[in-house]
Structures are given as C-alpha cells and as structure tokens.
C-alpha cells in the first residue's frame, strides 16, 4: 500500500525556520514526482513546491521562492521541505504528494494520487 507520513511541523515564530520530511513507503519512489502542498484554514489546497524524479528540478510557487527549498533522497525515499524566514501567512496544514506523471503538471494536485495526512506549521507573529 502505498504511503507518505510527514514529520517535522510545529509552532515557530514568525522569521525562524523549520523543516519538513516526508518518508515514503509501497511505491516505486524514484518514478514519482514528489511536491507538498499546503492548505490554511478557510482557503483551498495549494501547491507550495515539487521536485522531479531524479531531484534535479525542483518547482515553487511564487510566494515561497527564495525562502523554501526542496529536496529528496531517492536511496532513503524521503523528499524535504526546508522552510525559512517564516511568515504568519505561512500557517498551513502541509501535506506531502506523490505523483507518477511526466510533464509540468507539478502545480496541479489532480496529477498526485499518494498523499500523507499533513503536518501542522503554525507561525507567530
């Protein structure tokens, strides 16, 4: 059965940092597109960021460029999301995403059909 569980949420203040893992299991990891996305109360889910197969391209949507960073380990089967400079806007249930798609589809959840049951970040002003 195929599975993703994140780790790593929690409280931080508003300019600090944190970061997310996510390990996979029950699937061919080094054939799926791995993003996270985020959703905040009230509002739809949405992409935050995604990396390609092989690790070499990774993908963010525009308000987290320059302060988040992806990444994955195709040995240990685990993708990262490095969050900086945190902001309240920030505050989200992030959830981890698996997709076995080709094409730029990254920003689309449509195109995930492995997701984990989310983290909570919560960020403090």
């Known amino acids: 059965q195929a599975q993703l569980k994140e780790s790593g949420g929690g409280l931080v203040q508003a300019g600090g940092s944190l970061t997310l893992s996510c390990a996979a299991s029950g699937f061919t990891f080094i054939y799926y597109v791995m993003g996270w996305f985020r959703q905040a109360p009230g509002k739809d889910r949405e992409f935050v960021a995604a990396v390609s197969m092989n690790g070499a391209n990774a993908y963010y949507t525009d308000s987290v460029k320059g302060r988040f960073t992806i990444s994955r380990d195709n040995d240990k089967k685990t993708v990262s999301l490095l969050l900086t400079s945190l902001k309240p806007e920030d505050t989200a249930i992030y959830y981890c995403?698996?997709?076995?798609?080709?094409?730029?589809?990254?920003?689309?959840?449509?195109?995930?059909?492995?997701w984990g049951q989310g983290t909570q970040v919560t960020v403090s002003s």
């Open positions: 995403a698996g997709g076995p798609y080709s094409g730029n589809y990254y920003f689309d959840p449509t195109k995930y059909n492995v």
